[in-house]
């Protein structure tokens, strides 16, 4: 029996020609001669430029706000227009906040990008330095970021999202204060009526003179907290994070 000829699949197009060694040599140019490039960390942030720039490209910077203010000036002094960082959680926030208020276009990146290229160092000061060379040939592409319009909404919005998602265990836990208060005054409502002065002292129970000294030893500051480092308490802090964190 003779196959109809539509049982045959349509010829496979040809290969397209390969391109021309001239063309291959003027492919990967820079894209971005004021690239730098950002590896964000939860202790310390790796700041690298171009060499040209600065005769040591490389910078360890902290991650307070004093800092971050010290990170953005370096970079315009070196004329830096455009930063790649790369970050696996939400360290990047303020370090993108504040570049973008300083007129510099930031480049949000996935951390895998740059680990699928070959001859990836492994070390955050070389991976910075990693990421300012892919950045200035052009080869990483931006995560999707929203304007600050939608962020501040998406702010409030998920803030409303979480009240509604634990309203129902914040009435639970004042049920059972209620509950526990409750009893508690009918404990000492029993005791008050039908008190045992026979009944010998509990040594491990705390006595009024000595809560009473605890409380005098913190108020001397025998108990007194740490005071946090110098710029912790300092921040970029916009109207949303006034009411999302109060």
């Not at 070389?126 to 999707?144: P, V």
């Amino acid at each position: 029996m003779t196959p109809h000829k539509d049982s045959f699949s349509a010829p496979r197009p040809p290969a397209p020609p390969l391109p021309q060694p001239s063309l291959l040599s003027d492919a990967l140019q820079v894209c971005h001669p004021h690239a730098a490039g950002i590896d964000i960390g939860e202790a310390e942030h790796w700041v690298a430029v171009p060499p040209g720039c600065d005769p040591q490209p490389g910078r360890r910077f902290g991650t307070c706000t004093a800092d971050l203010e010290v990170l953005a000036d370096w970079l315009l002094d070196c004329g830096v227009t455009t930063v790649a960082m790369a970050s696996t959680g939400v360290d990047w926030m303020p370090v993108c906040e504040l570049l973008e208020a300083r007129g510099v276009q930031v480049l949000l990146i996935d951390p895998r990008q740059a680990k699928r290229a070959p001859g990836r160092p492994q070390t955050d000061r070389l991976d910075c330095q990693w990421l300012q060379r892919l950045h200035a040939y052009g080869l990483l592409a931006g995560a999707f970021r929203p304007d600050d319009q939608v962020c501040v909404l998406r702010a409030y919005l998920r803030h409303r999202q979480m009240l509604l998602t634990y309203a129902a265990h914040h009435r639970h836990a004042v049920t059972v204060m209620l509950a526990l208060s409750f009893l508690l005054w009918l404990e000492l409502r029993q005791r008050h009526s039908h008190p045992n002065r026979g009944r010998p002292r509990d040594p491990f129970s705390p006595s009024a003179g000595s809560l009473a000294a605890r409380a005098a030893s913190r108020a001397s500051g025998g108990g007194a907290v740490a005071a946090p480092p110098s710029g912790a308490l300092v921040g970029n802090h916009g109207a949303v994070h006034g009411t999302v964190l109060p």
